[in-house]
């Protein structure tokens, strides 16, 4: 029987299968194909048929397809909304403002939206500023969800932080609220694809 399997793939020629290319024209495939299934793994939690083991993997796949959504439609349509300036600084990673298990919990429980999670903020952070967070045990908590940057107050990050538009953003005073009034377009922009 291997044997047999074995000598067809040595006679098979795999499909041409052409990159695409992600840009604005097919974003809308990339959340249709996403944003349902989320929302059916979501569903699938909370029925509680799932074994703990089911529970933990479909959480693992929610956050990993919002991630890639994030990655998608976010980022590389956009970039980061918050982008924080810091001289002769090596090394940036993106990071979300609230973290992004906290993001997964909310979603799965119901107090956001798919769309909410993708337009939550997202931070071009330094590294340096990022070690910070982790050696303060902040992580993958926030302090307060009203004033997101509370976090990197508590964990003692004094930067200047800018808007993906260069505007200068005082960090004791952005709330989630003016976050979201600052991305509304954005939401909806996603919600116009949710009703398709």
């Not at 074995?6 to 996403?34: A, C, H, M, V």
């Not at 980061?80 to 001289?87: A, F, G, K, R, T």
């Not at 997101?148 to 709330?175: K, L, M």
Request: with cysteine; proline share 4%; hydrophobic share 30%.
């Amino acid at each position: 029987m291997i044997a047999e399997q074995i000598e067809k793939l040595e006679s098979w020629t795999p499909p041409t299968r052409s990159r695409l290319g992600r840009n604005t024209d097919n974003t809308k495939d990339f959340y249709q194909w996403y944003q349902p299934k989320c929302d059916s793994m979501k569903q699938e939690v909370l029925s509680g048929k799932l074994t703990a083991q089911q529970t933990q993997e479909a959480r693992r796949q929610i956050n990993l397809f919002l991630r890639r959504c994030q990655k998608y439609l976010v980022l590389e349509q956009n970039g980061c909304h918050y982008i924080e300036q810091v001289e002769d600084e090596k090394g940036y990673t993106e990071e979300h403002l609230i973290p992004q298990n906290l993001l997964i919990d909310a979603y799965i429980d119901g107090l956001l939206s798919f769309n909410d999670v993708l337009c939550m903020p997202m931070v071009k952070l330094s590294n340096r500023s990022d070690k910070l967070l982790q050696e303060e045990g902040l992580g993958t908590k926030t302090p307060s969800w009203k004033n997101p940057f509370e976090r990197y107050i508590q964990a003692g990050i004094e930067s200047e932080f800018v808007t993906q538009h260069n505007y200068r953003v005082n960090i004791h005073a952005w709330s989630l609220e003016k976050h979201f009034e600052m991305v509304e377009q954005t939401k909806k922009n996603f919600d116009k694809l949710l009703e398709r």
